[in-house]
T-cell receptor, first 111, second 115 residues
Framework: GEDVEQSLFLSVREGDSSVINCTYTDSSSTYLYWYKQEPGAGLQLLTYIFSNMDMKQDQRLTVLLNKKDKHLSLRIADTQTGDSAIYFCAERSRGTYKYIFGTGTRLKVLA | DGGITQSPKYLFRKEGQNVTLSCEQNLNHDAMYWYRQDPGQGLRLIYYSQIVNDFQKGDIAEGYSVSREKKESFPLTVTSAQKNPTAFYLC??????????????FGNGTRLTVT
């Protein structure tokens, strides 16, 4: 069945790069999303990629997709304390209404 | 500004009482969703609606009910049949899940505490 997995925690120093990883199981055409959640708030869309792409860059964010391994990563360059949050990976198969979310990775940025 | 409004932000109820969580959007989105979030478990789908007057059960619909009488509104009722109702509830919407990219847009959530 469909499943999205993420590691639970990541800790980095301010100014370093953060890499948050995600694996998914759907083998059909898929949209993959990254969301950020700050404490007590909803989810904010950061970026997305379609499964026919390998990479997408948006300012400090770089998304890499390895279709063979069904592995998705989000790299945050020059990580700041304001980047501390929970990051969710999600997938949606094309033509469906269902979005599958991972458990979220809690990123802690140390000053 | 367009967006999704969930109210109230915090809600307290006694066990055995039904409670309704509000979700309103002015994004002109067709599809709306309700998710439940518990620590360490990510988001679990309760109900979703692709269009007015139509909705489908998600993965954990037992003990919940919804209605979709207007495009802008998708209220969620947590009934007394829901065994563990204390959680953070998130409402989301999108232009149409089956079409192109259409990411979900989220409200700021309602934290429900039942004692």
């Amino acid at each position: 069945g469909e499943d999205v997995e993420q590691s639970l925690f990541l800790s980095v120093r301010e100014g370093d790069s953060s890499v948050i990883n995600c694996t998914y199981t759907d083998s059909s055409s898929t949209y993959l999303y990254w969301y950020k959640q700050e404490p007590g708030a909803g989810l904010q869309l950061l970026t997305y990629i379609f499964s026919n792409m390998d990479m997408k860059q948006d300012q400090r964010l770089t998304v890499l997709l390895n279709k063979k391994d069904k592995h998705l990563s989000l790299r945050i360059a020059d990580t700041q304390t304001g980047d501390s949050a929970i990051y969710f990976c999600a997938e949606r198969s094309r033509g469906t209404y269902k979005y599958i979310f991972g458990t979220g990775t809690r990123l802690k940025v140390l000053a | 500004d367009g967006g999704i409004t969930q109210s109230p932000k915090y809600l307290f109820r006694k066990e055995g009482q039904n409670v309704t969580l509000s979700c309103e959007q002015n994004l002109n989105h067709d599809a709306m969703y309700w998710y439940r979030q518990d620590p360490g478990q990510g988001l679990r789908l309760i109900y979703y609606s692709q269009i007015v007057n139509d909705f489908q059960k998600g993965d954990i619909a037992e003990g919940y009910s919804v209605s979709r009488e207007k495009k802008e509104s998708f209220p969620l009722t947590v009934t007394s049949a829901q065994k563990n109702p204390t959680a953070f509830y998130l409402c989301a919407s999108t232009t149409g899940g089956g079409v192109n990219n259409s990411p979900l847009h989220f409200g700021n959530g309602t934290r429900l505490t039942v004692t």
